[in-house]
């Protein structure tokens, strides 16, 4: 039997959640107040999260938990289901927002991204959705897109792409717009092990992010595009409230059942428990630069 990893001993950060909505979903006030008591229903060995803020109003609204915690990070950018919310004034509030973090850094002569107010880590999420769900443009999700890649790039910060039923598209502007020196999460993964192995060979700092649909029977295509994936470019992610693994499939999701997933990927990679908690934890440590 396997030993099931110690909780004390092992730590792991959700490296793509949504606080708001994971709240909401299960009927609990928004508020720092309400997330404070909800992650400690969390297991020990959940240290953090990045919180995906992917509208103007959460992009704003998100600081909540960045200001008065010390367990939450941000993402900030509009997701291609929202694309048509992208504007000149979401730009500069993002700017604004990254401007107080620097502040506060070269004020307190500090490089702790802990010790700002917003702790942005990453740019998005954005990309592009071409689901059944998606009502916006397929030219304005492109050029929304590029613009946020520009800003990461702009800003030296980690991008976090969505791609859904995009891959044709999501490659053209790979090769167009993305710099290879870019660092890049393509979060909740759920393409083709042939999209992955492109994206690996030419683009060397991109990490791809597994959520809990890797745990469904379903998931065998991304369980063997995980297979080719080197341990230190794999990420581990709920995307709550949403794809809750099993056993929990069908419920809303939360970062406290990240190691319903871990447990999936070790066996997936055919390494220990243990050693895949650490990979996922120190790759997000080095990806969002997270002290």
Not at 67 to 91: C, M, Q, R
């Amino acid at each position: 039997m396997t030993e099931q990893p110690s909780e004390k001993k092992l730590k792991y950060i959700d490296s793509h959640c949504h606080i708001n909505s994971t709240l909401r979903e299960n009927k609990i006030e928004t508020s720092l107040e309400e997330w404070e008591k909800f992650y400690k229903t969390f297991p020990d060995s959940f240290e953090c999260c990045i919180n995906v803020n992917f509208t103007p109003e959460l992009i704003e609204n998100g600081i909540i938990y960045t200001k008065n915690t010390n367990n939450v990070y941000s993402g900030v950018g509009i997701h291609p289901l929202n694309a048509d919310l992208w504007s000149e004034d979401v730009k500069t509030t993002i700017l604004r927002l990254k401007k107080e973090d620097d502040d506060t850094l070269k004020n307190n002569n500090s490089n702790n991204i802990k010790d700002t107010p917003n702790r942005i880590v990453g740019i998005g999420e954005c990309g592009l959705d071409y689901s059944h769900w998606s009502k916006i443009e397929k030219s304005i999700q492109k050029q929304v897109f590029i613009e946020q890649i520009k800003l990461a790039h702009e800003l030296h910060l980690p991008l976090i792409i969505h791609t859904r039923d995009a891959e044709d598209d999501t490659w053209e502007i790979f090769e167009k717009h993305l710099p290879l020196d870019l660092e890049v999460h393509i979060h909740c993964f759920t393409g083709t092990k042939d999209f992955a192995a492109k994206v690996l060979e030419k683009y060397p700092n991109v990490y791809f992010g597994f959520t809990g649909v890797c745990t469904f029977k379903s998931g065998k295509n991304i369980r063997e595009a995980m297979e080719i994936v080197p341990l230190n470019r794999i990420l581990v992610e709920t995307d709550s409230p949403f794809l809750a693994p099993v056993p929990f499939r069908g419920k809303v999701c939360n970062s406290g059942m990240i190691p319903h997933i871990l447990k999936v990927m070790a066996k997936t990679k055919n390494i220990p428990e243990e050693e895949m908690y650490q990979h996922c934890y120190e790759n997000t440590k080095r990806l969002y630069k997270i002290p």
